[in-house]
Structures are given as C-alpha cells and as structure tokens.
C-alpha cells in the first residue's frame, strides 16, 4: 500500500469511499437506537501512514454539538464508545487500535463535515468548532489580519485533534524580541481561553454541553485530553499576523550546526543554538545518510526584502509535497523489500531538496552513476521550472504550513525535551551524536532501520500567561507543561525521526534510541516527555506497547516537579466522563 501511495503522491489514502447502512457491502448490523437525525455508515479507518488500519466501523458526522451529547447518552446505555475523529493524521492508537474489528461497539464520530464553523469573538479571540481544518483557521485569521506565532506544518488537522495531543510548531523568541499580545510559543492548546465539552451532569446523570472558562481549575485537564474527552468549541487567543522571511540552507554540516557547545565546530556562529537565538524559528530536517540537513529558519520581517520570493499561499515546497517520480519509485523499491537502498534514498531526497530550494547541480554532476541517472533531464527541468524556494517571505501561514497529504508517508517517533535555553545545544548535540552511533552500528551489521530523515525544532513552554485569562494554567497532560521544580527549563527540543512503516528493525532502533533519551535527560540537567501523536513506548517489535513507559515513566514524566499534573488530568476526565464513552482500550490502559 505504501509503495503505491508513494506513487500517488498519496492520492491513493484519499480516495477510500464509505459504506452505507442498507449497502449490501456492509459489515453487521448497525448499531441500533440511535438518536434521530444520526445516519450511521461504515468506513475503514486508517492513519496517516497506514500503521492503523481497521475493518470497517460504524461512523456519523453529528450536523450539531447537542447531537454529540444526545450520542454520549446513548452510548452509555448501549454500552458502546464514541471515539472523535477528523483527517487522522496522526501515528498513535488515540482514535482506535489497529485491527479494530467490526464486531467492536466503538461508533467514529466525524467531526469535520459539519462542526466546522468559526467567528471572531473580538479583536484577539477566535470562536472555532473543533471539527474546523487549520488550513481553514488561519486562512479565516490570515483575511483579518490575525495569526499565530507557531502551528503544526500540516494543514490537514482538525483544531480538535490539535488539541488533543499538544499541537505546536517551532517557534521561541529571538534574542530582543518583544513577543507580541496574543502569541504564545508553546502548545496551541495553551491559547484556549474558554472550551466547551461534553460531560456527564451529575444532577441529571445526562451527558451535556458545558462552557468551561479557562480560569476553571477543570478546563487543565480538557486542553490536552489524548482523545480522553470530546470538545465541541473553543475560543482561542491570537495576535496580529506577521509577516516572516523564510530562509533555506543547506551548507552547513551536521557535525557543525549539532557540534557540542565548547568545541571547534562550534565557534563559527552556526550552530543550532545560534540560529535558534538569531531568529527565534528554526527546523532542521536531516536525511538519513547525509552530511548536511535542510535548515530553516523565520525571522519577522514587516517589509519583503528585496532577494526573497514573495508568497500568497502556503505550501511552498513543491519538491517535497507532489513526491517526484524518481523518490517515489525509490521508495517503492524500500518498501518492496530492498531495505539496503536505505543510503541511496536519503542521498535522493537530500539531492532533490537541494536543486529545488536553490538551483545548484553540481552535487548531482558529482553524484555516483545511479543517482545521476534517477535525476534525467526532464525532473531535473521539472524542479527548476518550479523557481528558487531558499529565501521565502509572506503572511505567517503562507510560510508556517507546508506539508500537503501528498507527501510521502512515513511513520515518526517523538520526544520533548525541557530544557535550559543555555544548553539547548548541548542537548541537541548529545541526541545527533548517539543517533549517529546507533545508525552506524545498525549498518555495521547490514541493517538499515531509518530511511527518512531526523527533525529537529524548538519551542517555548506553556505559559497560561499568553491565554490573556487571569488565573489560568498551563494544560496538565501538555508535554510543554512546566516544571514547577525547574523553572530554568524554560526551552523544549523536539526530536523526530521518520522511517517507513514495517521496515526491518525500526522498532528495536527506536527502542534503543528511547532508552538513550530516558538516560540522558533524567531530569537532573534535562527532562524527557513523549510527543503525543507520534511514537513513543518501544519494544524491539512494536511502539506504544513497553510496559515500564506506558505504567511509570510516561505518567512519571508528568508528574515530576510537584504540583498538579498526570493524577488530577486523570481524575478531572474521570469525573466529567465516569462510564468513559469517550475512551479506547488503549486510552483505559494508559490514563488510570
């Protein structure tokens, strides 16, 4: 499947239809007395990279959020489990687990057909329905001259899935910037100011709609829920958009820009922590097998300077949203068995970013015979013909969304951490110099386990001050919660690595690299949290299933530090949803 949707710049995903009730493809019976006005079909779930796939299950798209409670009711009588969805893109179980049967009394609710409708509240406040696209969001902002500091590349995600895990994107700020009313650097969770969900009301023992100010020690526990509890609205704090300049490089070695702090490599002013400082945004994505990533970094910049490329829309990386033809017959030649090809294929990627950001071939004409000829003449004009992409400028959106659906899909592990913004660099140093290790000792021994590529980025923290809502806190499950024990850490590095799904030895790999993490962020100069939506809990054979993460570290992590944290999230949701409609067995294992 993956080769094909590799092929099909993942058009292939897109185009699965739906079953209806009297179809005669339908799998069982319908779940019976459902409210009226309730339509029920089957669809196959599937997450972005295919990892989770299910039989066909028992879906709705509720027209109204009194709909979603009048569901919750039934279901706790049914004795069934409502679970939220929207694009699915995301890697872990949080939605269902893969090989849900049909037979399972879990009925989707899809949330982004109808629950979609967003409006200003005033000047800074947004009023948006969770089912509503990001791409959606900030283009509604972007028409009013409103934006966000930082968002998640994607624009594919519903603003309730955001949510649920701690959506962010890269941003802290610059040294001598002046953050701006509305921006917050952490989760976009942590710009809610109200929330409205969906609860049991213990007078009636109904499930009902409930407004919970952000200022209610409750709504912690609802901005990160894991899918935990249902959100039908939310008003969220912005600011004035901003105009930034994107600039792409790619001249810089790894063992230069993640050179330990202290060292030669890094005394010539481009290390991470340098350009994190100079420009307060910053990515790096660094292709398996290569010597030099792809940096990029945002800078506000009122006024276009005269070198870069004005934008008016975001996805600005054609190369890498519509995957060219010779990177996704590579890439189905990888998932097709010849794992060995795992070099050749991030050399490609790494080749074909550098000719469509800046032009340059003369890595391709120094490039060994079979890369050489991956690239023919008409790619190599089909990349150039698209323009220069290295120094960018535009509205906030334009530049802060640039993963389209039709990129390749490739599963992500992912881990925050906290950090003192003075020794950012060392963190990123220790992290890049163990992955190194660990890549080479896998080839070494024939195995090829990664063939994507590592990134990296930067946030700040959850300040509850950047909601604008007196007595608010940050959200408790946020893996960019505060550590009331270490206020030094004020810096989260986000580490991801991305690989196909199914390839041979990815899971040990991971699993060694999670133990190294757990070791050298322990909490004594770092800590180490999970990303939500990604991997995370390895075992030499599969993610989110070591049991030591799942019971101890994970709840540990959030718990560390004193003060609320992991048991009160639990308890609040608890509380609010005492039958767990709203919970998976996953969810049940986890969060007790």
């Given at each position: 499947m993956l080769a094909a949707s590799a092929a099909l710049g993942g058009a292939g995903w897109l185009l699965r239809g739906t079953v209806g009730v009297e179809s005669a493809q339908a799998v069982g019976s319908a779940p019976p007395g459902l409210p009226a006005g309730i339509t029920p079909y089957q669809r196959v779930f599937e997450n972005w990279a295919g990892e989770i796939r299910t039989d066909q299950l028992w879906t709705c798209a509720p027209s109204t959020p009194e709909q979603i409670a009048q569901l919750a009711d039934w279901a706790r009588s049914a004795g069934w489990r409502l679970r939220a969805q929207g694009h699915r893109h995301g890697w872990a179980p949080l939605t269902?687990?893969?090989?849900?049967?049909?037979?399972?009394?879990?009925?989707?609710v899809d949330t982004s057909q109808y629950l979609t409708g967003m409006s200003l509240v005033d000047s800074s406040t947004v009023r948006v329905q969770t089912g509503a696209g990001m791409e959606e969001l900030l283009g509604f902002l972007g028409q009013r001259g409103l934006g966000?500091?930082?968002?998640?590349?994607?624009g594919d995600l519903t603003v309730g899935g955001v949510l649920a895990i701690g959506g962010h994107g890269t941003a802290v700020p610059a040294t001598g910037e002046t953050p701006r009313p509305g921006h917050g650097y952490g989760t976009l969770s942590n710009q809610v100011t109200s929330l409205t969900a969906v609860v049991r009301d213990p007078a009636t023992d109904h499930y009902v709609l409930r407004t919970f100010d952000r200022s209610e020690a409750d709504s912690a526990a609802f901005l990160v829920n894991l899918g935990r509890a249902f959100l039908t609205e939310v008003q969220l704090r912005v600011g004035a958009d901003q105009q930034l300049r994107c600039l792409s490089r790619l001249d810089i070695p790894a063992t230069e820009l993640f050179a330990a702090p202290g060292s030669a490599a890094a005394s010539g002013g481009r290390t991470w922590a340098d350009f994190v400082n100079r420009d307060g945004r910053a990515e790096a994505i660094w292709f398996v097998y290569t010597a030099n990533p792809w940096l990029k970094t945002w800078h506000v910049t009122p006024s276009r300077p005269f070198a870069a490329r004005a934008v008016s829309e975001p996805y600005n990386y054609p190369f890498s949203d519509n995957v060219p033809k010779p990177v996704a017959e590579l890439a189905g030649q990888l998932v097709g068995g010849?794992?060995?090809l795992a070099p050749l294929f991030g050399q490609l990627q790494y080749l074909v970013a550098t000719i469509g950001l800046t032009g340059d071939l003369t890595d391709v004409l120094l490039s060994g015979g079979l890369l050489r000829d991956l690239l023919t003449g008409d790619i190599l004009t089909h990349l150039l013909a698209d323009g220069l992409r290295s120094d960018l400028?535009?509205?906030s959106r334009?530049?802060?969304?640039?993963?389209?659906?039709t990129t390749l899909r490739v599963t992500a592990n992912g881990y925050a951490v906290l950090v003192r913004r003075a020794d950012l660099q060392?963190?990123?140093?220790?992290?890049?110099?163990?992955y190194q290790q660990l890549v080479a000792e896998y080839q070494a021994r024939g195995e090829y386990p990664v063939n994507g590529a590592v990134?990296?980025?930067?946030?700040?923290?959850?300040?509850?001050?950047?909601?604008?809502?007196?007595?608010a806190r940050p959200p408790l499950l946020s893996p960019l919660r505060p550590r009331q024990d270490r206020p030094e850490w004020d810096t989260a590095l986000w580490l991801d690595i991305l690989s196909f799904p199914n390839t041979p030895g990815l899971h040990r790999f991971c699993r060694d690299l999670e133990g190294f993490l757990q070791r050298t962020f322990d909490g004594s100069r770092a800590g180490l949290r999970v990303e939500w939506s990604k991997g995370w809990a390895y075992t030499a054979d599969a993610a989110w299933a070591d049991p030591d993460m799942l019971g101890r570290v994970i709840p540990d992590s959030l718990r560390a530090g004193g003060g609320p944290g992991?048991?009160?999230?639990?308890?609040?949701?608890?509380?609010?949803?005492?039958?767990r409609v709203f919970g998976n067995p996953f969810l049940d294992g986890l969060l007790r």
């Open positions: 269902v687990a893969d090989g849900t049967p049909a037979s399972a009394q879990v009925l989707l966000v500091a930082a968002c998640p590349a994607p010849s794992w060995s400028w535009g509205a334009h530049l802060l969304q640039y993963v389209r659906p060392w963190a990123v140093s220790e992290f890049t110099r163990y990134e990296v980025r930067t946030t700040g923290l959850d300040d509850p001050a950047s909601s604008g809502v007196p007595g992991w048991d009160e999230a639990v308890a609040t949701l608890d509380r609010h949803d005492p039958y």
